[in-house]
């Protein structure tokens, strides 16, 4: 498979992608920000506590 067959199959590829695809209604766009939120808090916390015992330990 050459370059110009791999970049037509891209192209096709990403069209039928396109088409497939929607705008999420307000519902799914809340949801999605809350469980995006929700990591980052949960990895931002996980951070803050591996900072914490680092500093109790004296590392």
Do not use: C, H, T, W
Not at 11 to 40: C, F, H, M, N, T
């Amino acid at each position: 498979m050459n370059v110009q067959e791999r970049f037509d199959k891209f192209v096709k590829d990403s069209k039928r992608v396109l088409k497939v695809s929607r705008k999420p209604d307000a519902q799914e766009y809340r949801e999605l920000a809350k469980v995006s939120a929700i990591g980052v808090v949960i990895i931002g916390v996980m951070g803050f506590v591996i900072v914490l015992l680092g500093s109790l330990i004296g590392l």
